[in-house]
């Protein structure tokens, strides 16, 4: 496996991409998938959806993990719906852990992009490059 760097996050987000396409990035190098259509996929879901929610970088690791222990119509099993949740459920606790928050809005200090009124300083963003490392490691972690 790759190692999601926070210097790489930043050069991906500086280059344009959102966090939850840093993840997608990330997921898709590691699972060897197309990089393009993941790319293209998760381009709606950073800064929470642009609604200050959930926060880009965990919307797109949960995605990596519907890659990985998701389900469907032909392999649908009450198992596989646990573990999936199971899996969700820790990337999240893990994220909380570590940050105090995956929505949006409380990692970048109150502002949301949602709120019209609501304003951005020079260092709102500055911690996204570390958010998007430290959920590629704990999704790295539990996808082993």
């Known amino acids: 496996m790759s190692k999601m760097t926070e210097e790489k996050a930043n050069e991906l987000m500086d280059a344009g991409y959102h966090c939850s396409q840093v993840l997608a990035y990330h997921?898709?190098?590691?699972?060897?998938?197309?990089?393009?259509?993941?790319?293209?996929?998760?381009?709606?879901?950073?800064?929470?959806?642009?609604?200050?929610?959930?926060?880009?970088?965990?919307?797109?690791?949960?995605?990596?993990?519907?890659?990985?222990?998701?389900?469907?119509?032909?392999?649908?099993?009450?198992?596989?719906d646990e573990i999936i949740k199971e899996k969700v459920k820790e990337l999240q606790e893990r994220f909380i852990e570590k940050h105090g928050s995956v929505l949006c809005r409380d990692l970048l200090d109150g502002y949301d992009n949602a709120d019209p009124n609501s304003e951005s300083s020079d260092d709102t963003w500055d911690n996204c490059g570390m958010y998007c490392a430290d959920a590629a490691v704990i999704w790295d972690e539990i996808v082993g």
Do not use: M, R
């Not at 393009?36 to 990596?64: F, P, Q, R, V």
């Open 27 to 80: 997921v898709a190098e590691e699972l060897g998938l197309d990089k393009a259509e993941w790319l293209k996929l998760t381009s709606g879901l950073g800064g929470g959806c642009n609604h200050g929610d959930t926060c880009g970088a965990i919307t797109g690791a949960i995605i990596g993990l519907g890659a990985v222990y998701g389900f469907c119509e032909e392999n649908y099993s009450e198992e596989k």
